[in-house]
């Protein structure tokens, strides 16, 4: 089966660092890119962050660029989201999801199988 | 960046009738090498993770019952639910993932009347 599945949420200061991590299993890992979205509280969905499957290739929404990087150990079947600078604004329940099939080297897919998310809360 | 609109905001719909929601996109999301629209729909029930429905505009995914279809190309793309049932309440995002960032629709909740 395949599953995702996030950790690493909690509660952190205005400014503080948090990373969240995303396992993998069910499937050909290196294949397939992972991405990251999230859901403030009462809100829509917002695309955060994209690696391709080799980790060659990295997106980041604008809102968190500079502040966000992901990346991948493919050795673990596992992507990681650094989080650095937090601000308010990033309280979300984030989660991780895979390319639909084919997959391959790029990223313009869209997301078949999410993990149940994580919940990060910036506040003071 | 592409901006990625919904309409209705919300809906109410009889069980058994259909629901009709409409997305539209700033720009093309129409890859003219391959004809294939870079648009997504998903199923977002409170407390759990987004579904995905529809992919490529009209391609739906493993297991998603045939009630749900996606069809448009270019700008304009509509998800259908012919015949809604209760487990269908929820609320609709369109994506696109045509170019970064893949933005999503403000979304489209449906209920039952």
């Known amino acids: 089966e395949v599953q995702l599945l996030e950790s690493g949420g909690g509660l952190v200061q205005p400014g503080g660092s948090l990373r969240l991590s995303c396992a993998a299993s069910?499937?050909?890992?290196?294949?397939?890119?992972i991405y990251w979205v999230r859901q403030a509280p009462g809100r829509g969905l917002e695309w955060v962050s994209v690696i391709s499957g080799s980790g060659g290739s990295t997106y980041y929404a604008d809102s968190v660029k500079g502040r966000l990087t992901i990346s991948r150990d493919n050795s673990r079947n596992t992507v990681n989201l650094q989080m650095n600078s937090l601000r308010a604004d990033d309280t979300a329940v984030y989660y991780c999801?895979?390319?639909?099939?084919?997959?391959?080297?790029?990223?313009?897919?869209?997301?078949?199988?999410w993990g149940q998310g994580t919940t990060v809360v910036v506040s003071s | 960046d592409i901006v990625m609109t919904q309409s209705p905001d919300s809906l109410a719909v009889s069980l058994g009738e259909r629901a009709t929601i409409n997305c539209k996109s700033s720009?093309?999301?129409?890859?003219?090498?391959?004809?294939?629209?870079?648009l997504a729909w998903y199923q977002k029930k409170s407390g759990q993770p987004p579904k995905l429905l529809i992919y490529w505009a009209s391609t739906r995914d493993s297991g998603v019952p045939d009630r749900f279809s996606g069809s448009g190309s270019g700008t304009d793309f509509t998800l259908t639910i012919s015949s809604l049932q209760a487990e269908d309440v929820a609320v609709y995002y369109c994506?696109?993932?045509?170019?970064?960032?893949?933005?999503f629709g403000p979304g489209t909740k449906v209920d039952i009347k």
């Open positions: 999801a895979k390319a639909a099939p084919p997959g391959g080297k790029g990223v313009y897919y869209a997301t078949d199988v």
């Open positions: 720009q093309s999301v129409l890859y003219n090498s391959n004809n294939k629209n870079y």
């Open positions: 069910g499937f050909t890992f290196a294949s397939y890119a």
């Open positions: 994506q696109h993932y045509y170019s970064i960032p893949f933005t």
